[in-house]
T-cell receptor, first 112, second 113 residues
Framework: DVKVTQSSRYLVKRTGEKVFLECVQD?????MFWYRQDPGLGLRLIYF???????EKGDIPEGYSVSREKKERFSLILESASTNQTSMYLC???????????FGEGSRLTVL | GENVEQHPSTLSVQEGDSAVIKCTYS??????FPWYKQELGKRPQLIID?????GEKKDQRIAVTLNKTAKHFSLHITETQPEDSAVYFC????????????FGSGTQLTVLP
């Protein structure tokens, strides 16, 4: 069973703070993704990574960066949090053979 | 890039009735179309998918149809049950290329007892 673990379920931060969201997977998948989920907007891709130290911008990368120093860990970084980054953040890994995405439980971030 | 539109945004049906959710996509090269279900407070999970070499796929009470000419695909749930209440997302991608999915905006399905 694939396990995708996100470090924090709920966070409350202040505007301007640096925020780290961490994601760890135990299935040796190369592909990892960060999505943002907002009501009425579906799941929007922020960044993805195909391998260690590799990253690609998704559809909404502005205000975010990522780090993938180890295959099992993919971190999302908000350098200076803003109120419009209040959202649910979902990490996912992808099975190479089927293309199925396996999601973490999500991190709900509130920026005050 | 790919653009996926999903309708309706909310859908209420009586238990036992059928539910249909429709999606359209823009990139004619897309060839993989999964559907994810997200129950309240839980993570999205794949429930069914279809590839462009078939027009229909069925798994018990759920089925997906694909019309490549019109660039739309639909999720059909028959004999709905309260546990079918969830948000459903369609998605489209070109497999074998970048492998990232473009999701629709989601449909909140409520099955009324």
């Amino acid at each position: 069973d694939v396990k995708v673990t996100q470090s924090s379920r709920y966070l409350v931060k202040r505007t301007g703070e640096k925020v780290f969201l961490e994601c760890v997977q135990d299935m040796d998948h190369e592909n990892m993704f960060w999505y943002r989920q907002d009501p009425g907007l579906g799941l929007r891709l922020i960044y993805f990574s195909y391998d260690v130290k590799m990253k690609e911008k998704g559809d909404i990368p502005e205000g975010y960066s990522v780090s993938r120093e180890k295959k099992e860990r993919f971190s999302l970084i908000l350098e200076s949090a803003s109120t419009n980054q209040t959202s649910m953040y979902l990490c996912a890994t992808q099975g190479a053979s089927t293309g199925e995405l396996f999601f973490g439980e999500g991190s709900r971030l509130t920026v005050l | 890039g790919e653009n996926v539109e999903q309708h309706p945004s909310t859908l209420s049906v009586q238990e036992g009735d059928s539910a249909v959710i429709k999606c359209t996509y823009s990139d004619s090269a897309s060839n993989y179309f999964p559907w994810y279900k997200q129950e309240l407070g839980k993570r999205p999970q794949l429930i069914i998918d279809i590839r462009s070499n078939v027009g229909e796929k069925k798994d018990q009470r759920i089925a997906v149809t694909l019309n490549k000419t019109a660039k739309h695909f639909s999720l059909h749930i028959t004999e709905t049950q309260p546990e079918d209440s969830a948000v459903y997302f369609c998605a489209a991608t070109l497999r074998g290329s970048a492998r990232q999915l473009t999701f629709g905006s989601g449909t909140q399905l409520t099955v009324l007892p």
